[in-house]
């Protein structure tokens, strides 16, 4: 029974030494991962530090007074830029807005015409107004009537036709 008891106790004795190995073996898990992560925070100090130094160099090399005389330069080259544009574009719409108000003074014309013939056309007596517009009517069906259309005639012909037929329209 001693035996036993001894043997128990290595028993109990060695479960909790693999108890602590676990224990120790995740504290050090916990340290390496605290070590990483120390060594990335280092890295990004370095490379922090690796940016300061250039962005210095390039303050340096950059001349802030005169990027910025430069910038005012541009500004003011825009600027006129800008107003040449604007004198070029106005007298290029007044130019064509004459043309417009040509075209307008002309239509305007035309409707004052129109008006004034249809004044003049209203004081003609209404059986004179009719006569005046069946006498063409009346003259373009007696030609049709003189020249009957045969079929099979030549384009020729019907176009010779077509223009005696405009000419007397137009006369």
């Known amino acids: 029974m001693t035996s036993a008891k001894n043997l128990a106790k290595e028993i109990v004795r060695s ?12 504290q050090l898990n916990s340290i390496s991962m605290h070590l990483g992560e120390s060594v990335a925070t280092a890295r990004a100090v370095g490379h922090l530090s690796k940016s300061t130094e250039v962005m210095k160099l ?23 830029a800008g107003v040449i ?3 070029v574009n106005d007298s290029l719409d007044s130019a064509l ?18 008006e004034i013939a249809g ?13 005046k517009i069946k006498q063409p009517a009346q003259k373009e069906k007696q030609k049709e009537e003189e020249q009957p259309v045969a ?20 006369g």
């Open 58 to 80: 390039v303050n340096g090399l950059m001349k802030a007074p005169e990027v910025s005389a430069t910038m005012q330069e541009f500004t003011t080259e825009m600027t006129k």
């Open 15 to 26: 479960r909790r030494a693999v108890q602590r190995l676990y224990e120790n073996r995740a």
């Open 119 to 131: 004044e003049i056309a209203a004081q003609l007596p209404a059986a004179a107004r009719r006569e």
């Open 97 to 114: 807005d004459s043309e417009d108000i040509e075209e307008e003074t002309e239509e305007e014309v035309d409707k004052v015409l129109t």
């Open 151 to 170: 079929e099979g005639v030549d384009d020729e012909q019907e176009l010779e036709e077509i223009r005696a037929r405009l000419a007397n329209v137009r």
């Open 85 to 87: 544009e604007e004198a």
